[in-house]
C-alpha cells in the first residue's frame, strides 16, 4: 500500500518568507509526528497529533513554526519568517494506533528545505 | 531523561564480512527501541525494534540486533556485508511514558561498505 508522502520535496525560499509543508499519512494511521534532521542538530521531534489534536508540541522551536491537522489525516507545517537556521530536512512519521508502545513509526521521504 | 548513543560516526566493512553498528541507552523504565536506515535523499526506513521478549531480535535485509540490559546496549549486526548496505543507520528510544511515544535519536552512524 501507500506509505507516507510527503510535498513538496524539496523547497528554496528567501529569508523573511513564509513556507508550508505538507504530509499525508499512511490512510488510517491516527498517529502523526513530525522531525526535523539538520546537520548541527541531527534528528529532532517537532511536534505529535493525535487524531486532529496536537497534545505535545514541546519540539518547536519557536513561535514562527506552527501544525494543524484535519480530517484525522493531512497534516501541514508552517514556518512564518524564516530564518537560514530553518534550513533542513523536514521529515513526517505515521503509526496506526494513539497509545501503543510498540507501535512502529512509518516515515516519508522528507521535505529538503534550503532558506537563501 | 530518555537517551541513546551511537559511538561511531563511520564503521567501515568489507563487503562479505560480520558488521556491527553500536548503539547504547539509559532509560527510567523498560526501553523500547528501534532501529532506522536512511539512504542518500530518502526518508527513514524501520529496520527492527525491541520490545519485549527475545534479546536477538531479527529484522528486514537480513539485519538482527542483541538487546544487553546489562551493557544497556542494542548493537546492530549483519553476518555479511554487502555494498548496498552503506547508508546511514540511526538507534532511537521511545520517549514513554509521557513522552506519547515520540523517538529520540542517536546520531546516527554512516556505514561504508567495501567491494
Known amino acids: 500500500g501507500a506509505g507516507v508522502s510527503q510535498s513538496p520535496s524539496n523547497k528554496v525560499t528567501e529569508k523573511g518568507k513564509d513556507v508550508e509543508l505538507r504530509c499525508d499519512p499512511i490512510s488510517g494511521h491516527t498517529a502523526l509526528y513530525w522531525y526535523r534532521q539538520s546537520l548541527g542538530q541531527g534528528l529532532e521531534f517537532l511536534i505529535y497529533?493525535?487524531?486532529?489534536?496536537?497534545?505535545?508540541k514541546s519540539g518547536l522551536p519557536s513561535d514562527r513554526f506552527s501544525a494543524e491537522r484535519t480530517g484525522g489525516s493531512v497534516s501541514t507545517l508552517t514556518i512564518q519568517r524564516t530564518q537560514q537556521e530553518d534550513s533542513a530536512v523536514y521529515l513526517c512519521?505515521?503509526?496506526?494506533?494513539?497509545?501503543?508502545?510498540?507501535?512502529?513509526?512509518?516515515f516519508g521521504p522528507g521535505t529538503r528545505l534550503l532558506v537563501l | 531523561a530518555q537517551s541513546v548513543a551511537q559511538p561511531e560516526d563511520q564503521v567501515n566493512v568489507a563487503e562479505g564480512n560480520p558488521l556491527t553498528v553500536k548503539c547504547t541507552y539509559s532509560?527510567?523504565?523498560?526501553?523500547?527501541l528501534f532501529w532506522y536506515v536512511q539512504y542518500p535523499n530518502r526518508g527513514l526506513q524501520f529496520l527492527l525494534k525491541y520490545i519485549t521478549g527475545d534479546n536477538l531480535v531479527k529484522g528486514s535485509y537480513g539485519f538482527e540486533a542483541e538487546f544487553n540490559k546489562s551493557q544497556t546496549s542494542f548493537h546492530l549486526k549483519k553476518p555479511s556485508a554487502l555494498v548496498s548496505d552503506s547508508a546511514l543507520y540511526f538507534c532511537a528510544v521511545r520517549d514513554y511514558p509521557g513522552g506519547y511515544n515520540k523517538l529520540i535519536f542517536g546520531a546516527g552512524t554512516r556505514l561504508a561498505v567495501h567491494p
Open positions: 497529533f493525535q487524531g486532529n489534536s496536537a497534545p505535545d
Open positions: 532509560v527510567s523504565g523498560n526501553p523500547y
Open positions: 512519521a505515521s503509526s496506526p494506533r494513539v497509545g501503543r508502545i510498540q507501535e512502529t513509526q512509518y
